[in-house]
């Protein structure tokens, strides 16, 4: 019963991280897409911050973290 509610306690939380993780790349893809680069390249620190954080704490894989960075950096370098 208790390991059942932990999990429960720890997928609520994963979840609210994921949901940060992925408003954050949606915020920067936003302005990317509206040709903001400045806005882009303020939000690139804490979004790069945010990935690494859920990287190292198992919400995503670290590839998949890594991928998200690539992409992010390949569209800023591209739009700039």
């Known amino acids: 019963m208790k390991a059942y509610r932990q999990s429960i306690k720890r997928r609520e939380h994963n979840r ?3 949901s940060r993780l ?3 790349l949606k915020a920067i893809r936003a302005a990317l897409d509206k040709n903001d680069v400045d806005g882009a390249k303020e939000m690139l620190n804490q979004t790069v911050s945010l990935i690494d954080k859920m990287a190292t704490k198992g919400i995503i894989h670290r590839n998949t973290a890594g ?3 690539s992409r992010i950096a390949k569209r800023l370098r591209a739009s700039a």
Do not use: F, H, I, V
């Open 16 to 18: 609210q991280l994921r």
């Open 22 to 24: 992925r408003t954050g």
């Open 67 to 69: 991928r998200y960075k």
